[in-house]
């Protein structure tokens, strides 16, 4: 009798440790979605843009060509710049990572290094990368990256507060912060019909278009220089640092879009066990969500010319209206 006690125990002792690799397994493969799916959803993107203006466009594999090509240049930095340009690109790089293992990317259920942080913490997390993006492009000394951040401080103005009231109408109306809970909450009957649930989307899509730099708040394309916003943060980078701030901004676009997708709007699609099979169907069921995603914002796009620059306060006091009333929804 205990011969057969110690073996059921062993048998248990083995499949919790199984289970366990299985859930590290899991994190590293959401770490991995992220880095290998971020620059193909933006050749997507690019591609279908290009097809709605009637033009050829470039593959959907050139932004692994342009990671390649600038991992493989030299880096040039200013004669002023200090240590900061040198970290700058690493943190905003890490940024979307750290966020990655916060969120429901690929399973429904907490990972690991889910319980590291809640929503606002993974916020901060982001406006912590660009912050050292914003240092890095004063730090290089020329004028363009200056005249970029002043005018994204300006957004940031109202994007912020933006940010953090959308954080917490949904942690109000989920009762918790973690995302993990909060997406849980919203696929229910009770909320996924109701008229605070949309809001908040609404309200969340407006800040992605914001926060990607996309049209009507940016043209993420334009190569003027008096015109740029966003890019003009990196107008002074080059080499290996270039490809780092490239590679994290999309990154941070798809690590908002997934928290669009499985947080905010549904979890559908997500894996609810970590075997292999699961996480790779999960994989492929976010891809696909997250590009419709992208081709829907792309649509919008082409549709809306770039806003002058004082008019996209009144595009971003429109998203605090949305998301405030969200908020106000959910609590009657």
Same mark, same amino acid.
């Given at each position: %009798? ?47 843009? +290009? ?36 970290? !700058?690109?690493?943190?905003? *790089? =890490? ?13 429904? *259920? ?5 319980? %590291? ?13 660009g912050l050292a993006l914003l240092f ?9 990256? +200056? ?8 957004i940031a103005t109202f994007t912020e ?12 109306? !989920?009762?918790?912060? =973690? ?20 809001? @908040? ?13 996309? @049209?009507? =708040? ?32 999309? %990154? ?29 169907? !999960? +994989? ?15 649509? =919008?796009?082409?549709?809306? +010319? ?12 429109? !998203? ?13």
């Amino acid at each position: %009798m205990t011969g057969v006690r110690a073996t059921a125990l062993d048998i248990e002792i083995r499949r919790r440790r199984w289970l366990c690799v299985n859930l590290y397994v899991a994190q590293g493969c959401q770490v991995l979605f992220v880095l290998g799916f971020a620059p193909l959803l933006k050749g997507v993107m690019e591609r279908y843009r +290009a097809r709605l203006a009637a033009r050829h466009g470039p593959p959907i594999w050139q932004p692994y060509r342009d990671l390649w090509k600038w991992l493989h240049k030299e880096t040039v930095r200013s004669h002023h710049s200090s240590a900061v340009s040198e970290w !700058a690109p690493v943190v905003y *790089f =890490i940024a979307p990572i750290l966020v990655t293992m916060l969120i429901p990317v690929l399973t429904s *259920f907490p990972l690991p290094f889910a319980w %590291m942080g809640d929503m606002l913490g993974g916020g901060m997390v982001l406006a912590g990368g660009g912050l050292a993006l914003l240092f890095a492009a004063l730090d290089s000394g020329s004028v363009y990256p +200056a005249l970029g951040v002043s005018r994204i401080r300006l957004i940031a103005t109202f994007t912020e507060p933006l940010s953090l009231l959308l954080v917490f109408v949904a942690a109000s109306a !989920a009762k918790a912060t =973690i995302p993990f809970v909060v997406n849980q909450t919203f696929a229910s009957r009770l909320w996924f019909a109701s008229p605070a649930h949309l809001l @908040i989307v609404v309200g969340w899509f407006l800040l992605l278009i914001a926060e990607a730099g996309r @049209i009507p =708040i940016d043209n993420p394309s334009t190569s003027q220089e008096l015109s740029m916003i966003d890019p003009s943060r990196t107008f002074e980078s080059s080499g290996p640092d270039l490809a780092l701030y490239e590679w994290g901004g999309w %990154m941070k676009f798809l690590v908002l879009s997934v928290i669009l997708s499985n947080v905010l709007a549904t979890p559908w699609g997500l894996a609810t066990s970590p075997a292999v099979g699961a996480v790779v169907l !999960a +994989a492929l069921a976010v891809a696909l969500k997250v590009t419709v995603l992208g081709l829907v914002l792309v649509s =919008i796009e082409a549709g809306f +010319a770039k806003l002058r620059l004082i008019r996209n306060v009144d595009f971003l006091m429109a !998203a605090i209206v949305i998301a405030a009333l969200g908020g106000l929804v959910s609590n009657l």
